[in-house]
Structures are given as structure tokens and as C-alpha cells.
């Protein structure tokens, strides 16, 4: 079974550009989170997706970030303008349910570099 | 809000046990996590705790006790591969399931 997979790996970027992160969760799993992971810290949710609804967003800086996931399926999350801090690992996360034990699967990230 | 705390680094000798503390504050609970992630990779799933007690998974072991708000991590056997950085990761209540992460344990395995 494929894992989360996400795309690119890594991108370096000036700031103030915009930037566009993809993400295909698990097949079958309903829900999808994207987490802002800063070097030697814990993830940070930014947004969480149940099917194609935004549920759970209050830590999305909305000024800067958008993300969407049209269809339920895949997600693409996106920084414009992007600044200095917005360096870090973006990582993307997927689970049947949020409900119980249930665990979160996360894809290999995207490792950000803003200039 | 949830305030998890560990320790950022520890060092242990390969053969050895290591016990990875988290102590954690929050409004109400709902399950405690442990991942361990290794360098530029994905977090991965460990355990589960959501009762009090020791849940036993091969050579690594998670403890929880809600009362005091406190959970550990142990590691037996260490390998050189068990080098990487372990996040505890709380769920509290309020219907999202969301757990908030704790910064890591940095852990260094030496010959």
C-alpha cells in the first residue's frame, strides 16, 4: 500500500514569491492534515480536511496561506507572499477517521527554504 | 490549551535501555501519542495510551499515568538505528482529535 506521498521534497524560494505545496493522502482515508514543522520542534497543525471540508483551520495564517482540497482526495496547500519564517518542514498527514487510536500516517514532507 | 514538556536530548550506549519522559498539562484528556521520527524523514507511529498503565510493543514500551500527567517512552536493546527524535503527542478534549505535539527527545545511540 502507497503511502502519503508529497511533492516536491524540497524548494527554495525568494521571498515575497508564492509557493504551492501537493499532497495525496493514503487511499480511503477521509481525513488530511497539514503541519508546520520548525527544526527542532514538534508538528503545528495548520488546517484539517474531512473529505473535501476545512474543519479545523484556526492555526492557518489566513493572510498568507490558502489550501484546498477540491475533490477529497489530494490537498495542495499554498504560501503567497512567503517570508523569512515561513521556513521549515511542511508535513502531510493522513488517517481513516480522527476519532479513537486512530494514528496518523504522515507523508516524508517538504523541506522549505525561503531566501 | 495543552503544555507537553520533554526532554531535548538524551545519549544512551547501544545494548542499553533508555526511558524517554513526557509530562503534559492539559483541559482534559483524550489519548496520548508516542511517533519517532528520524532525520529528515516522516514521523512514524509508535503507541497509543489512553489508559493508565504499560503497554508492551517489542523492545519499546509506553507508560502512562493520567493522574499525574506524566508518560515515558522505553527503549530496550538499543540499536544505532534507534538514533532519531521521539515526539509525544497529547489529545485532549473538544471533539477535534487533534493531538498537539511536544518538541522531541533528541536521542543519540553511541557504541
Known amino acids: 500500500e502507497a503511502g502519503v506521498v508529497q511533492s516536491p521534497r524540497y524548494k527554495i524560494i525568494e521571498k515575497k514569491q508564492p509557493v504551492a505545496f501537493w499532497c495525496n493522502p493514503i487511499?480511503?482515508?477521509?481525513?488530511l492534515y497539514w503541519y508546520r514543522q520548525n527544526l527542532g520542534q514538534g508538528p503545528e497543525l495548520l488546517i484539517r480536511?474531512?473529505?473535501?471540508?476545512?474543519?479545523?483551520d484556526s492555526q492557518l495564517p489566513k493572510d498568507r496561506f490558502s489550501a484546498e482540497r477540491l475533490k477529497g482526495v489530494d490537498s495542495t496547500l499554498k504560501i503567497q507572499p512567503a517570508e523569512l519564517g515561513d521556513s521549515a518542514v511542511y508535513l502531510c498527514?493522513?488517517?481513516?477517521?480522527?476519532?479513537?487510536?486512530?494514528?496518523?500516517?504522515f507523508g516524508p514532507g517538504t523541506r522549505l527554504t525561503v531566501l | 490549551g495543552q503544555n507537553i514538556d520533554q526532554p531535548t536530548e538524551m545519549t544512551a550506549t547501544e545494548g542499553a535501555i533508555v526511558q524517554i519522559n513526557c509530562t503534559y498539562q492539559t483541559s482534559g484528556f483524550n489519548g496520548l501519542f508516542w511517533y519517532q521520527q528520524h532525520a529528515g524523514e516522516a514521523p512514524t507511529f509508535l503507541s497509543y495510551?489512553?489508559?493508565?498503565g504499560l503497554e508492551e510493543k517489542g523492545r519499546f514500551s509506553s507508560f502512562l499515568s493520567r493522574s499525574k500527567g506524566y508518560s515515558y517512552l522505553l527503549l530496550k536493546e538499543l540499536q544505532m538505528k534507534d538514533s532519531a527524535s521521539y515526539l509525544c503527542?497529547?489529545?485532549?478534549?473538544?471533539?477535534?482529535?487533534?493531538?498537539?505535539f511536544g518538541r522531541g527527545t533528541s536521542l543519540i545511540v553511541h557504541p
Open positions: 487511499s480511503g482515508h477521509n481525513t
Open positions: 495510551n489512553v489508559l493508565d
Open positions: 503527542a497529547v489529545r485532549g478534549v473538544g471533539g477535534s482529535y487533534i493531538p498537539t
Open positions: 480536511y474531512e473529505n473535501e471540508e476545512a474543519v479545523d
Open positions: 498527514a493522513s488517517s481513516p477517521t480522527p476519532a479513537d487510536n486512530n494514528e496518523q500516517f
